[in-house]
């Protein structure tokens, strides 16, 4: 019974699909924080993060006005698009 569903991402297909993994790992994820220039915000706090939710707390510690509105939009627009695959 229940819906069998893939622990794989669905946007690279090669990693099990985690909220690091969506957000921070898959190569589709870095490519929209590079390809917006903030991946040279985000990544410090990523390296400097023990968990996901230590990551999203790091944020909201570092950031503020037009660059906080961006990283969230960019978030969003991530799991947007991942949800749009399933």
């Excluded at 993060?49 to 960019?74: A, P, T, Y």
């Amino acid at each position: 019974m229940g819906v069998a569903c893939s622990l794989a991402c669905v946007n690279c297909k090669g990693n099990v699909e985690n909220m690091w993994h969506i957000f921070l790992g898959c190569k589709h994820a870095i490519l929209s924080w590079s390809e917006t220039g903030v991946w040279s915000i985000i990544e410090p706090i990523m390296v400097a993060s023990k968990s996901f939710l230590d990551f999203v707390f790091g944020l909201l510690d570092k950031l503020e006005g037009e660059k906080m509105s961006i990283c969230v939009m960019i978030m969003w627009s991530i799991w947007k698009g991942r949800n749009i695959m399933l």
